[in-house]
């Protein structure tokens, strides 16, 4: 088990390195081409095994030049997408057309304007309680708890008593 663990350490390192560095090209390249891009999305990975932090942010946008970028801890899996220009606000005479995007997520491809949170909303309670846990997802399923609420305004998450004074 000891011998386990330096592994599972230097996998944690790799992994978050290269979400680090993946963002990092994407930033790049996002800002190299800014005539085209309106904002920045972040996209967590639609699963139970998502953390509170991306689930928060999954679905917000943020201007290329600023706002916060994954990874955003140890063995994060979000990642950061263009929202693209309007075709009405392009400097171009050619027609752009963009497809409609696909999301992958641990119950099937979905839209790819699908948020975590609507995501989750369309599980069923057993994968509700397991990506957020009994208590909130009870609350989740009762409207007084929303994904954006599993974070603070630094973006850290936060615990179920912090979630209740927050609410109330």
Avoid at 48 to 60: A, P, W
Avoid at 125 to 149: C, H, S, W, Y
Avoid at 157 to 167: G, M, Q, S
């Amino acid at each position: 088990l000891i011998a386990k663990a330096p592994t599972k350490y230097a996998n944690t390192i790799v992994r978050t390195s290269v979400n680090h560095v993946s963002a990092s090209a994407r930033q790049a390249t996002f800002e190299e081409n800014a005539e085209f891009i309106e904002s920045i999305e972040i996209l967590a990975t639609l699963d139970t095994r998502t953390s509170d932090i991306c689930k928060g942010y999954d679905g917000q946008t943020f201007p290329i030049d600023s706002g916060p970028r994954p990874p955003f801890h140890p063995n994060c899996r979000s990642t950061i997408i263009p929202v693209v220009k309007p075709f009405t606000k392009l400097k171009t005479k050619e027609q752009v057309r963009v497809p409609e995007t696909k999301r992958a997520s641990m119950t099937g491809e979905v839209s790819g304007k699908t948020s975590y949170g609507s995501w989750l909303k369309k599980q069923s309670a057993a994968i509700q309680d397991e990506a957020l846990g009994p208590t909130r997802g009870a609350m989740f399923r009762e409207g007084k708890l929303n994904v954006t609420d599993l974070k603070d305004k630094f973006g850290d998450a936060l615990a179920l008593p912090a979630i209740y004074k927050r609410l109330n």
